[in-house]
């Protein structure tokens, strides 16, 4: 079956990650959604740079309109962002009858309600998964995966830079002023950040996420917007001393006379989950009434995460245009003709050949030498040591022991040769009880 | 349009948290799926006790094979549990051309390819969201959202039975069969808990996140599986010097030879989020090519929270079964002509309206009297203190500084009232500096 056909309005950051991730994960992408996905034609201002981008074998144009109008095209990526030519861009998609995927929240919190009718009229889906939170999955989670639940709040991390420039202040002490600097020299922070520390970024994202929790329209104009510009270093250590940490926070809250909408920084308890995402990472926690309290985590920007989400969609739009109707969706997400060949091709490894780290505690006898003969032993196993923990004897046996805790983080090493040293150690006449080892993750 | 008919198999703890929340929020539910959906029979070994449960309206009957043949039935909710009896109905179900819905792990795990082979067969669905990780929408999340990663590593605290049972050891440093019975008694484990505290339960669930992140066949008997059966609590407290906390992961990454598929206790950076997962709660950390790393949050286990799961599945297949294909999942979740409707009985509320709590900061004079002032203010406006917290003027001012600061935290107070209170106290005299407000939120 010939490959479902993109066309990419707009081609810089989100737009070249889209580009690669489909090129690199192609043959996974396509084993799960049933057909390849290929963007045909790129529409950018700068046509040169844009082909060197994409390669001879894509079509690129100065002209979007192009893109559109061509009979090839499916689905329609509009990157352009902003509520200008995109709005027009995406609405003569729709007339065209094109799948869209967007990643612009500015245009749909404030421009939804029009073109999600017009798309609904022309029978067309307006997918946006990349406008909230990058690659997090969170609309569908909202839309789809919580549609059990009255959803009672909302509260999210949803502007990286933001997150990114609390994160500094408290880290370092320092005043906004110098660490937005400091953010736009890193690239954290754009030439114009007004968007993002102002918040109204952040409450566009919340915008959408409130109508598709509580069934009402996109309103961002009754949304309370306030950023971080105001905020001093002070206050973020008062807060600390008290036990909270400050984030700039959306929240959307159903209660009783309505909804609230509301953007602003936040004191939350520093024992929290969404308390300690910091950097310029995003998360959503939602509470629903059957569900309780989730919470949704990840990087909400940068050129791949955002494909990720982009791409997801392009997916999503393909299974539904492909697949039977009953197998839109694979049972374990891959088309099932394709998963004995992967079996082959990927075999579950026994537990011999998984590398990992190790944490070891031996009961040994407290007497010289002892350290030096376990170390000698994983020395030669080439198995290399993190970091060594002894206890005093009498902290481990009382007052008078003799024998004492011997505690070894290894680096990376392979379980059956682990399981070889342990079983040297373990016969050695100073090693006085089984040996504990237990797995330590990085989980970087 | 006539609801969709949904039998269930069982009303035990999961079943009835699918009737109540179907029941209460059946009006939200519609609203989204498009149609209702609606519990029309239930078999329960106890017929007496389950028609108490889901009233008189509902048929209940002893035969699970009554269920499934009834024609009337479009989808059935399998929640009978193991391998046994439930694989027949299960099978019987997808023979009768039934959609199904479960949570049942322990035979998708063992059984999903020749269950999931049936369905393709007949053309049904067999959806189990609610089989990992309860309420968390992760099988969505990996068979959809991140559909455009080549998924490197999945970690995950999928049993909240184990993941209590080792909160309350560091807790309270007890060991491991001490805090067992405690756990017993107060529910977090069953009579027999030898399924979740020899990690066998998580080891399920870790099959098929495996299956679907890696598109290979769920391979449950080639699982590595460990339990936490031999923690002592010196191991968490030599762990917890060292840095790390212990938890019982699933673990399931792809290497170069193949895929590791584990479960066992693991060393975890104590500064991670899921490191900082407590009590029965769940987390998954999915990493994949282009997202990088995601997290996902939520309770794993109990009546509603599964509920919710098991509903989503319901209102997946009840979208794909009713609207038109281009709509199948509204943009907004909810169906578009609701919209406007819920907009007038859920307007988005003006800021005085909003109720939370505050952070004040007050430059003052550093005298007598001061805050007595602020908090007469207050008290006469009904705002009730949660904490006050006053600097000593030199550590604020410096040497000989005659200004200090005051920091107030309020409990939940009206804007509109705060803003008036704001206003008085900054017209008093010994009021140096523009107030600081920032808002606080329990997120709880």
Redesign the interface.
């Given at each position: 079956m010939q490959a479902i056909q993109v066309g990419l309005l707009g081609i810089g950051t989100v737009g070249s990650?889209v580009f690669h991730?489909?090129q690199?994960?192609q043959d996974?992408?396509s084993?799960?959604?049933g057909r390849g996905i290929e963007i045909r034609m790129v529409a950018a201002r700068n046509v040169a740079r844009a082909q060197s981008v994409v390669g001879a074998q894509v079509q690129v144009v100065a002209d979007a309109r192009a893109v559109i109008a061509h009979p090839g095209i499916d689905i329609v990526v509009e990157l352009i962002g902003g509520c200008g030519i995109a709005k027009a861009l995406v609405l003569e998609a729709i007339a065209a009858g094109k799948h869209v995927v967007t990643a612009n929240k500015a245009l749909l919190a404030v421009h939804?309600t029009e073109i999600?009718?017009a798309?609904?009229a022309r029978?067309?889906?307006?997918a946006f998964?990349a406008a909230v939170a990058g690659?997090?999955?969170i609309i569908?989670?909202?839309?789809?995966?919580?549609?059990?639940?009255?959803i009672q709040s909302i509260?999210g991390i949803v502007n990286g830079t933001t997150n990114f420039i609390l994160s500094e202040m408290r880290d370092k002490g320092l005043d906004f002023d110098r660490v937005l600097r400091e953010a736009q020299r890193l690239g954290y922070a754009e030439a114009d950040p007004s968007f993002d520390i102002e918040g109204v970024d952040a409450a566009h994202k919340l915008t959408l996420m409130s109508?598709?929790?509580?069934?009402?329209?996109?309103?961002f104009d009754?949304?309370?917007v306030e950023g971080i510009t105001?905020?001093?270093a002070?206050?973020i250590r008062?807060?600390e001393?008290?036990g909270?940490r400050?984030k700039l926070?959306g929240?959307t809250k159903?209660?009783d006379?309505?909804?609230?909408?509301?953007v602003?920084?936040?004191?939350?308890?520093a024992k929290?989950?969404?308390a300690?995402?910091e950097g310029a990472m995003n998360a959503v926690?939602v509470q629903?009434?059957?569900?309780?309290?989730?919470?949704?985590?990840?990087?909400g920007a940068?050129s791949?995460?955002t494909?990720?989400?982009?791409?997801?969609d392009l997916?999503?739009i393909t299974r539904?245009h492909t697949a039977?109707?009953?197998?839109?969706?694979?049972?374990?997400?891959?088309q099932?003709h394709?998963?004995?060949d992967?079996?082959d091709a990927?075999?579950?490894?026994p537990?011999s050949?998984?590398?990992t780290s190790y944490?070891l505690?031996l009961r040994v006898v407290d007497q010289a030498g002892v350290l030096a003969r376990v170390t000698a032993l994983l020395a030669d196993a080439g198995v290399s040591i993190d970091?060594v923990?002894q206890r005093a004897a009498d902290e481990v046996g009382g007052e008078g022991s003799t024998q004492t805790?011997l505690?070894i983080?290894t680096h990376d090493t392979r379980e059956g040769t682990m399981d070889a040293v342990i079983a040297q150690m373990q016969a050695l006449p100073t090693v006085l009880a089984p040996i504990?080892r237990?797995?330590?993750?990085?989980?970087?």
């Open positions: 990650g991730v489909l690199r994960n996974e992408i084993r799960r959604a939804g999600f009718a798309a609904s029978g067309v889906m307006v998964e690659g997090i999955p569908k989670a909202l839309r789809e995966g919580l549609t059990a639940n009255r509260a109508a598709i929790a509580f069934g009402i329209p996109v309103q009754k949304a309370h105001r905020l001093s002070i206050d008062y807060a001393q008290l909270y400050i926070l929240i159903r209660v006379e309505g909804v609230e909408l509301r602003h920084p936040s004191l939350v308890p929290r989950l969404i300690n995402v926690v629903g009434d059957a569900v309780g309290t989730t919470l949704y985590y990840g990087k940068g791949e995460p494909a990720s989400a982009v791409i997801a997916v999503d539904l039977d109707p009953e197998h839109r969706v694979p049972h374990l997400a891959f099932p394709t998963l004995s992967a079996m990927l075999p579950v490894l537990m050949a998984v590398v944490y505690r970091a923990l805790d505690i983080l504990t237990i797995r330590k993750e990085a989980l970087s």
